[in-house]
C-alpha cells in the first residue's frame, strides 16, 4: 500500500504575487529573476533563465510542518517528508562545494530522521566546461560519489532521482531535495542503461535512478535523448525531444508495473524542460503541446550533444 504522505505539487505564476498562505508550504524553487522571500520556507533560487512566464515552484503537504536549519541545510519538514536546500560558492573550487554541500545534506537527513532521499535537483554554472583537466559535470560526479562512501550510502540499484544542469556563469551551486521517513522506489527505464552502470567513457558514475516513487508521487529524473548509454539523433532537436518522451512514456509504464501506488499517466506530468539554445524552444514546444502544466528553462545538459533534457513529476489517479 503506498504512503500517504500528503505531498503536493503545483507551478504558481510569479505574476499572480505570492501565494496566500505559507503555511501548509513544505519548499519552493524560483528561478532567473525571482523575488526575496520573507516566509520561513526554505527557497532554493536556481540561476537559469526562464523562457516564457516565470514560476514558483511549490510543494505543499496535509500535515503540520515546521522550518529549521542544520549546518547550512535550510529546511521545512512534516511527519513524513523533508524539503532542503543549500546554496555554497565555489570558493575552494566544485569538487570541493559539491562534496562539503552532499556531507552536509546526508548529515542533516540522517540526524533529523529523513534517510530517504526520493528527489535531487543539483545547478552548478559551466556544467561542460573543462577545468583542471576535468569536464565540470565529471568533477561533481566524483565529488558526489565521495560523499555517499563516505556515509555509507548505495551507489547503485537504491539511489534517489536527480538530475544536474548548467546554471548561469558565476552562479553558485545550488541543490535542493526531498527526503523522507518511508523507503522509496527507485525505477529504471527498460530502454537504457542505468546511470550508474554507464561505461568509463563516461567518467565517474553518476549515482541516481532514472525516477522514484514515493506514496503516490512519481519523480523523473532529467531525462534525455539516450538509448543504451548513447546519444541518439545529434543535432536534431525535435527528434531530440520526441526520444525524450519515448523514455519518459517508458519510465511511466515502469513504474506502473512495479508500483502499488496506482495508475500514472503522461497527460498528467507536470514537466521542467531545459533548453540548451533558445532558438529551438518552438520546436521543442511543437512537441509538446498536450501537457497542462509545463515550465522552460534556458539551461546546459551534461552532454554537450544534449540539446535538451526533459524532468517530471506526477501523481496517481
Known sequence: MAVATGLQFEYVPLAAG???RWDDVLGVATFGTAP???????????HTPVLGSNVYEIFRTDQRIESGQYARV??????????????????????????????EIFAAVNELGYPHLARIWNYLPQINVETKGLERYRQFNSARRNALIAYRRDLTGNVPAACALGSVTGSPLVIYFLASRHAV?????????????????????PAFSRASILGNTLFISGTASIVGHETVHV???????????????????????????????????????????AADLPLIQSQLRNQAQILYLLADVCRQDLLVEIEAIGRAS
Do not use: C, W
Open 18 to 20: 505570492a501565494p496566500a
Open 36 to 46: 526575496a522571500f520573507t516566509a520561513e520556507v526554505p527557497a532554493a533560487h536556481v
Open 74 to 103: 535550510q529546511f521545512r519538514r512534516s511527519a513524513d517528508l523533508l524539503f532542503g536546500s543549500i546554496s555554497l560558492t565555489e570558493a575552494s573550487g566544485l569538487h570541493t562545494a559539491t562534496e562539503q554541500a552532499y556531507r
Open 185 to 205: 522506489t527507485a525505477v529504471e527505464n527498460p530502454r537504457q542503461v542505468s546511470a550508474y552502470e554507464y561505461p568509463e567513457q563516461y567518467g565517474p558514475k
Open 235 to 277: 543535432g536534431d532537436v525535435t527528434a531530440q525531444t520526441r526520444e525524450t518522451l519515448a523514455n519518459i512514456e517508458a519510465l511511466v509504464g515502469e513504474a506502473n508495473r512495479v508500483s502499488s501506488a496506482g495508475r500514472f499517466s503522461m497527460s498528467t506530468l507536470a514537466y521542467k524542460v531545459y533548453v540548451r539554445h
